[in-house]
């Protein structure tokens, strides 16, 4: 009787989870309060952050604007140019190896709580929830004929989720094209041609992503969920199940000795991913912790302890081993010295780095000449980049070398953003120095800023 009845329960699960479109039972919570403050500082940082306006030189720009027809990336007072790719390399490492060390201490939580396909996904659903009801009445609806009432909500629902991909597509957009230049362009439809693509795209993108796909993207579709098993270790604490206390369910029939858990299935009903956490860890679990909401309370409405499910390591649940310190887990460590690694770097590249950048040509057609006053000439090209955001007026001298001096102009003006050249000739009298090649130090410099200077090295040849 009791094998009858699970294999009854069984199925209905497997029923609820097969039946088209998962539609997820809401459930509050400490988790799902917290998801729920990510969602807003997420969105709000956003939306947000792209109106904001920065002043510098003088002017008024866009905060955080990637304006690649310029090859310029502002963000707030920096200004970056494709000669900073290593910064930008540093940072993407520094995400990405934050992300593993999350993983390998708490398991999806980038994905429960941070990952733009959640955030979204629980957007729209909230506005479904909103318009079409609870769970149960969205199944119904779903599976039922098309009526003049269903007509109308899902065309209103539909409706309110294009408004929102439209703006969440001009939003994208208006990091790289200024926000404020791109809604009257918009208005007249007269972006363009890359501007109208990527708001279409990423308009229908999000849209698709959040309002349709919505788990498959977590079940089918996301990369991450497929290696994320090798940053594992037993001492990952990620939302599980404890078999040893809830096993065997109670309700199995009388006479049978009975666990914690009380087989509801709600763990079932509230996961936006339609997986039964009881059957371990899966790759589709997103670490949201809305199963541990509702399993709280139903242990509290039994008088149970709660827990049943909740964050807990593969070593935790397996007895009474005590979980070990996070410096005694090799992969953990290693995270966490890699990330420390690449912030260190990051910061000292940024605190070494040059607004100036000077490349020196030689004159390979004439390795030196003699003047009509017998002093012996090299020529060189000195081509200058600014990459501040300001024009700068720039001195050159020659840095330490005795005998030496420049002949002719010593001054160049460079625009931000541009290399300017400059010719140079330097001599030295005949017999100053032995014959050979002499090393020789070139110094750029803003008479007006002393952090405005570089130095670069060359060669003098004399006869």
Avoid at 407 to 413: A, E, S, W, Y
Wanted: aromatic share 10%; hydrophobic share 45%.
């Amino acid at each position: 009787m009791s094998k009858a009845v699970s294999k009854v329960r069984a199925a209905k699960l497997e029923l609820y989870r097969k039946q088209g479109k998962i539609h997820a039972k809401a459930v509050d919570g400490r988790f799902n309060r917290l998801r729920w403050a990510m969602v807003g500082l997420t969105q709000a940082i956003f939306y947000g952050l792209c109106w904001l306006q920065w002043e510098a030189n003088g002017q008024l720009r866009q905060a955080v604007l990637f304006d690649i027809a310029h090859e310029k990336l502002y963000l707030f007072g920096l200004v970056l140019w494709p000669q900073d790719a290593l910064l930008l390399a540093l940072v993407l490492l520094i995400a990405a190896t934050g992300l593993f060390l999350a993983t390998a201490l708490a398991g999806r939580l980038f994905c429960g709580f941070a990952c733009p396909q959640t955030v979204y996904t629980s957007i729209f659903t909230w506005i479904e929830a909103r318009i079409e009801g609870d769970h149960l009445a969205r199944l119904q609806r779903d599976r039922g004929p098309l009526t003049p009432d269903k007509l109308a909500r899902k065309a209103l629902k539909h409706t309110l989720w294009g408004l929102i991909a439209g703006w969440t597509a001009i939003t994208f957009v208006g990091y790289f094209t200024p926000i404020r230049e791109l809604l009257p362009l918009l208005v007249g439809w007269e972006v363009g041609p890359w501007e109208g693509f990527w708001v279409i795209f990423y308009a229908a993108f999000t849209y698709i992503q959040a309002g349709l796909a919505r788990e498959a993207v977590c079940q089918h579709m996301c990369p991450y969920s497929r290696f994320q098993g090798v940053m594992f270790d037993p001492a990952t604490r990620s939302v599980s199940y404890d078999r040893q206390r809830g096993e065997p369910r109670s309700g199995l029939g009388p006479g049978t000795p009975a666990g914690d858990c009380i087989d509801c299935g709600i763990c079932v009903q509230v996961c936006p991913t339609g997986i039964d956490i009881r059957d371990g860890l899966q790759y589709e679990c997103i670490n949201c912790g809305l199963c541990i909401d509702a399993c709280d309370q139903v242990m509290t409405r039994i008088g149970a302890p709660t827990g049943l499910i909740r964050f807990a390591s593969e070593t935790e649940l397996a007895g009474p081993a005590r979980q070990p310190r996070w410096y005694r887990r090799p992969r953990v460590v290693a995270y966490a010295s890699l990330l420390l690694v690449f912030a260190a770097l990051s910061l000292w590249s940024v605190s070494q780095r040059s607004l100036l950048r000077v490349d020196i040509l030689r004159d390979r057609g004439v390795l030196w000449r003699e003047a009509a006053d017998g002093r012996i000439e090299n020529v060189y090209l000195l081509k200058v980049m600014n990459i501040s955001d300001a024009p700068q007026v720039l001195s050159v001298d020659i840095d330490g070398s005795s005998g030496l001096e420049i002949v002719g102009p010593k001054t160049i003006t460079a625009a931000p953003g541009s290399i300017a050249p400059l010719q140079l000739t330097v001599s030295a009298a005949a017999g100053s120095l032995p014959a050979g090649t002499h090393p020789v130090t070139f110094r750029v410099f803003s008479p007006q800023e002393d952090t405005m200077q570089t130095r670069e090295n060359s060669t003098y040849r004399m006869p």
